[in-house]
C-alpha cells in the first residue's frame, strides 16, 4: 500500500521560512519522480514542485522560482520543500504526491494527505 505522509507546515510570518518533509512507503521511491502540490482555499489545486527520481531534474513553478527548493534523500525514502521568503499567497494545504515514471512527466497517481501552512503576520 502507498502511504504519503507529509509533516512540517505551520504558522509562519512573511518572510519566514518553514521545510516540509514527505515520508514515502509501499513502493520502491527511488524509481518514481515525487511531487509536491497546494490547494488554497476556494482554489483549485496546483502543481508547487517536483524532483526526478534521481534527483538531477526538477520543475518549480514560476510563482515560487527563487524562493522554494524541492530535495529528496532516496535513502531515507524522503522529499523535502524548502519554502523561504514565504508570502500570504503561499497559504494553502500542501501535500505530496508519487509520479508515474521516473521522470519528470507531470503524471501522479497517488497524493498523501496534506500539511496546512498558513503565513500571516
Known amino acids: 500500500e502507498v502511504q504519503l505522509q507529509a509533516s512540517g507546515g505551520g504558522l509562519v510570518q512573511p518572510g519566514g521560512s518553514l521545510r516540509l518533509s514527505c515520508a514515502a512507503s509501499?513502493?520502491?521511491?527511488?524509481?518514481?519522480?515525487m511531487g509536491w502540490f497546494r490547494q488554497a482555499p476556494g482554489k483549485e489545486r496546483e502543481g508547487v514542485s517536483s524532483v526526478s527520481s534521481s534527483g538531477g531534474a526538477s520543475y518549480v513553478r514560476e510563482s515560487v522560482k527563487g524562493r522554494f527548493t524541492i530535495s529528496r534523500d532516496n535513502a531515507r525514502n524522503t522529499v523535502y520543500l524548502q519554502m523561504n521568503n514565504l508570502k500570504p499567497e503561499d497559504t494553502a494545504d500542501y501535500y505530496c504526491a508519487k509520479g508515474t515514471s521516473s521522470w519528470l512527466n507531470h503524471e501522479y497517481d497517488y497524493w498523501g494527505q496534506g500539511t496546512l501552512v498558513t503565513v500571516s503576520s
Open positions: 509501499g513502493f520502491t521511491f527511488d524509481d518514481y519522480t
